[in-house]
């Protein structure tokens, strides 16, 4: 189907939508792709459901998932013209242990892709959708959640992404759809709240800045909102050409999606513009995030126009800074958050929509993360959670506005290059069990893994440290026999990341085992017997890419200890300690968050 | 330099060791000391040390007695089969050693097999240490075939995997046999007793 095609059915809808006919009663709709098919229903007001069905959704095992349902509601653009758009409402099976009705939280996902599979209704169906991880820990605390695709994935649409108040109006509007759901106890009137990042943390500020407006009948608490896109020239200039460019190439897809006549797109691409683009709206983030990385604007455009010269362009400048947030204050109170290695979305114009908001006396809360844009999107769902929590529960929360710490500073990758996620001496959670004594041994708090995992040559490469410490074994009452490990080379592994978001890492590292110190306890003596040669430890590891953030990648194996070297005591500790079946378990965990 | 550094410390170690209790205070593991061993082909120690006994010997006289438990270990060298069951202490445990052991078996849920590997285990543990420190050549023949003769049963005994048992097979004979024909022979030999197919490119990686 072509463009025009595309708008003039779109057109049509909204047409369709806007003829004021009296609200009617819920009706379930379609099984299949039929259900993404817009009837012709016309509603009274935004929110309304055009129709619901019972869902299937795939969050994994254990996930505390009672219902789930998809939804299709009437809702609006960013000029204001109405539009259908689907979604999913998720109700918990956890029961609200908190004071008053149970909250609801819209959770605004992060970019998708264009193409109608990706819409996050469909990959939660599939149990494909990389945000999961997030939405599985609201459901545990307790909330209904609501999950909007935002406008464009109905059949024969094309999103409107990065629109930032289309996609506000969408996470809005699902409340009152939701509520419409029969027997569904979704009440209106409960606390609610909005949680996005990336695309979702636009949507979740812009919802902040228009919620008063749009949908005063809405308790809302607050909004959570993390590596935001506040800036949009700023975000553009930063993606361009970087690791990150496939977002840019999506932004002007698009926004000239939402606002045609002014961001021209079949005017500006180019040959190699119109064939990516089309090649752009079939696939979704895992996929265009490696195909279209580092390229830069102007290889799309006609005359190789670059970026200055694109938002040179009244119309395109006018619409893109349409964009930006701030210029206007938050009606609740505002959770900002961001990593400071962000590849794609740059920490300090985050900061700068902090200081906006700051101005206009706004409550705002601002975390900083030690990490890098998708580490954190998942790195920070504990912290989030807790914020909302105490929204929840009416209490103030604390005003970042005014802190005395310093403004973080960016310490990202340089654009350009490979796709390297750093690991700057992350905690290694890391215990051995040694087979003969049966016993556990933790390794310090401080120990550390600092590597590079660089997705786009798929290798990591780092090392392990291992401050200097001893784990008492228990041998004997009063006497402390000291075990250490000590780290032999670099870890070497390769890193894999598919096109479903799977992460895979499969390497070793090695280190020697020590019984470094013997004595009574209040009064240990050096002791030098060590493994006379070092232990292998495989580290092997599949799952979710959120697993990185989330501190879920564990390492986890048998291994075998040499014999040991001690001088005089060589065979007790050898029996006691050498040999096979000693397990390990290394789990990853990333640096914790300041709160400014 | 060094050796008196490493004997300075295991005075000490082996000080810390005798001076400590039991972790369990089990009275029965303690009485196990001094009685026979029921392996007629193990000299049985005949002394009976408690925790509290030992606690309160001299470091020189707990050095002696992990001595005499090492010669004792390479008067047992030429006996090629592991124990059969354990009542008592080995002349080739030391005291300490026993304490230690019986300690640690106490904790497993099997403690008699348990304290049976260990014993055989360190005994195994001290040949090696022997056959490692040995410089006479001769000597050190005797000790290298008295090490591969147990390495088998550390094999079965899980004390080690095939791969680390067939690597020290290698070492211990490399240490004896010059001829390569000779060396890739025995190797051979040895790998079958554990089941493994000699590779000698594999072994001498």
Known sequence: MSDFKLKASALALSAALMAPVAAQAAVEGPSGMDFYDVPSINTTQNGDLIWYRNATVNLGAGAALAKAYNVMYRSTDSLGAQNAVTGTVLLPSTDWTGAGDRPTLSYAVGTHGLDQSCAPSMQLQAGTDYEIRNIRAALEKGYAVLVTDYQGYTTGATPTYLAGESQAHAALDIFRAASQIPHAGIDLNAPSAVWGFSQGGQTA??????????????????????????????????????????????????????????????????????????????????????????????????????????????????????????????????????????????????????????????????????????????????TVLTWLDERFAGQDPRNSCYSLSANPVSNANPGGGDFIVTLDEWNLDAELHLATLDQTVELPEDTTITADANITDESLVGDLYVPDFYAKLKILINLTVGLSVEPVGQIEATTQLSRDGILAINGSTQANVLINTAGFSWLPIPFNCKTIEPATFDLNYQGPISDFGAGGIVFEGVTEFSELECGWMTALFNSLVAGPGQQYSFRVVPPAPERL | MFKPLTLGLSVAVVAAITGGYLFTQSDDLVKVAGQGVTDNSVAIATESYSAEQLSVMSPDTLIDMQKDALAAAREDSSRETDLTSVNGRPEFVSPAEWLILNSVSAQNENPDTELLRLVNLIRFNKRLELWQKETDPQQREALADAVLSLIPARVVNQDMSKEKAQSLQYRVLSSVLNDPAELRKRAGEEAARIGVQFGFDQASS
Not at chain 1, 263 to 271: C, E, G, T, W, Y
Not at chain 1, 316 to 345: C, K, M, S, W
């Open chain 1, 205 to 382: 500020a812009w919802v902040g800045q228009i919620a008063d407006e749009y949908a005063p009948h809405l308790d809302l608490v607050g909004v959570a909102s993390g590596g935001t896109p506040a800036d949009f020239p700023v975000v553009a200039d930063y993606l361009n050409g970087s690791t990150g460019a496939s977002f840019l190439l999506g932004g002007i897809i698009g926004l000239a999606e939402q606002y045609p006549a002014d961001i021209p797109v079949d005017q500006l691409a180019s040959a190699n513009g119109k064939a990516a683009i089309a090649d752009y709206k079939t696939k979704c983030t895992f996929e265009f995030l490696f195909d279209y990385m580092n390229e830069s604007l102007s290889s799309y455009t006609v005359g190789n126009k670059d970026l200055d010269e694109l938002l040179q362009i009244p119309s395109i400048g006018q619409r893109i800074n349409e964009q930006n947030l701030g210029g206007e204050g938050a009606d609740v109170p505002v959770l900002l958050y961001h990593g400071t290695a962000d590849e794609f979305i740059p920490i300090e114009q985050s900061v700068e929509l902090k200081k906006d908001y700051c101005r206009r006396f706004d409550k705002v809360t601002y975390d900083v993360y030690p990490s890098e844009h998708i580490v954190t999107l998942f790195q920070a769902a504990p």
